[in-house]
């Protein structure tokens, strides 16, 4: 069977200025979510709770590594798959040289290695020598076998391995286990984009893509999982290769007319693979390489603020116990129905704002305001209740305390329209504060330069015959908000 490596498309080796963007933008989030957590450790001594804020040191250092490895522009690539399926080979291969050890017993690959890739010039131009070179430099991971001995402890440094990498291959031969595609599944969980690698097609030369997908989906029948890889692996994502070709017999004819047979191996074949693999670095390397650095940014910051929100979780029931009294009283007393609105209002912000300080967590003017509405719309009639209740009991008590006088009816008519608003002023100032402390543990991603604003950004402006769009719909599910 011949394999004819896809054409290039005549744009891919030029460098994408909406990729440049896209790894721009996501450097800035970065250096932003430094700026701003930076303070975290500056506050140690002022909280009680030293390991809690330990651990918060870790997710920062993830945040520089990841930062560091922007700086780098280096894409890692993580090849995957159960023991003997040639992973080694399939790497060795995309190198040109023999440097990860093979053989024919099981697990011969016991710990994840590295090794830098530098394509040839030629291959990374992909337009006939036209364009420019590849931007982002790439890192080979060759890993175990998923279904090796101490399974667990690999299946938990694999998953390790995949949430650093940018891209996966996921290498098998033959018929396609069930084992297989569950652990297809489990690495499509990581969210990153895949490539099944189909090696040892010199021994299965009926193999094609269709066989292969017609399989999956025929493991998939009657699961979960089974739309999810339908939708994120298609045809054109499984390669066919094979990287360490096994010995043929050839007939030799020598010039005395004597005739002989020997053993010979033939080169390896992964030029498929390889003009794949360059073609998503050209044409998307950037943009993968930022989305990547944003998820794991992500995942930091909304650790780092989890756990925030847990340590001053004491400080801030005392603050807003201390706004609903303040707010209550405020309300209460002021005899002007309009300015009761206005105070609540600006109370409620203030509250937020404090929370904010208290948190450390990030907010500006514009994100205060924007919390309000959200605050507004989210908590629908409860808190809209608050404001028309206000204004119906405000203009009672103002009303009153105009005709109050010496007259007792008057003074108590007032007296319950105030303790009526400031009861319902001081019940929304609870809930707001409470909401508030939820946007403020799960808003701090957002903004202009947040990690989640960026990832939307890249998503939606994927070309739908790209890599990264078949995982838009995976990862918009994330943040609908």
């Keep these: 069977m011949t394999h004819q490596p896809p054409q290039p498309n005549p744009n891919a080796a030029r460098p994408s200025q909406q990729g440049e963007l896209h790894f721009n933008r996501a450097r800035a989030s970065l250096q932003q979510a430094l700026s701003w957590y930076g303070h975290l450790r500056r506050q140690r001594h002022a909280v009680s709770d030293t390991s809690a804020i330990a651990s918060v040191q870790a997710e920062l250092d993830i945040l520089k590594s990841t930062l560091d490895k922007l700086d780098q522009g280096v894409i890692r690539i993580a090849a995957f798959g159960l023991v003997s399926r040639g992973k080694s080979a399939v790497l060795n291969a995309l190198l040109g040289q023999k440097i ?25 131009l992909g337009n006939g020598g036209k364009g420019g070179t590849s931007k982002v430099q790439v890192e080979l991971i060759d890993t175990p076998g998923l279904d090796e001995i101490e399974g667990q402890a690999r299946g938990e440094m694999a998953r390790d391995v995949a949430r650093q990498a940018d891209l996966i291959l996921f290498v098998v031969a033959g018929d396609i286990t069930r084992t297989e595609y569950k652990a297809l599944c489990e690495l499509r969980q990581t969210q990153k984009p895949l490539i099944l690698v189909f090696n040892k097609i010199d021994l299965y030369p009926d193999k094609d ?33 094979s990287a360490e070709p096994a010995p043929i017999e050839v007939r030799v004819e020598w010039p005395d007319g004597r005739v002989t047979h020997e053993w010979e191996t033939p080169p390896p074949d992964v030029d498929e693979l390889k003009q794949k693999i360059l073609n998503i670095l050209n044409r998307e390397g950037r943009s993968l390489l930022a989305l990547n650095a944003l ?30 009294k ?31 300080k208290l948190y450390g967590l990030p907010i500006t003017s514009y994100e205060a305001g924007k919390l309000w509405k959200t605050i507004v719309f989210s908590s629908g009639g409860l808190l809209l209740g608050e404001l028309g209740s206000s204004l119906m009991l405000g203009l009672g008590k103002s009303a009153s305390a105009i005709a109050s006088g010496d007259n007792p009816s008057n003074i108590t008519a007032y007296a319950g329209s105030a303790i009526a608003q400031a009861s ?37 402006q994927m070309e739908p015959n790209t890599i990264l769009y078949r995982l838009r719909q995976e990862l918009q599910q994330q943040f609908q908000r």
Excluded: H
Aim: glycine share 8%.
């Design 100 to 124: 990860l050890q093979t053989g024919p017993l099981n697990g011969v690959t016991q710990w994840p290695r590295s090794i830098r890739w530098t394509p040839s010039l030629e291959s990374t």
């Design 209 to 241: 893509r269709k066989a292969i997908y017609q399989n999956l989906q025929k493991l998939g029948a009657g699961s979960s999982d089974a739309n999810r890889l339908q939708q994120l692996l298609s045809a054109e994502e499984i390669v066919m290769v």
């Design 295 to 324: 998820i794991q940014a992500r995942e930091a910051e909304a650790t780092i603020a989890s756990k925030t929100v847990d340590i001053r979780n004491l400080e801030a029931e005392k603050l807003i116990w201390e706004f609903v």
């Design 326 to 356: 303040y707010k209550a009283i405020a309300v209460a007393v002021n005899p002007i129905a309009v300015l009761d609105i206005i105070g609540g209002t600006v109370a409620d912000l203030a509250l937020i704002r404090s929370l904010a």
């Design 424 to 460: 319902i002023a001081g019940y929304g100032a609870y809930a707001i504060g409470r909401a508030a402390q939820v946007y403020l543990e799960q808003g701090c991603t957002w903004g202009q330069l947040g990690s989640n604003t960026i990832i939307k950004e890249i998503l939606n």
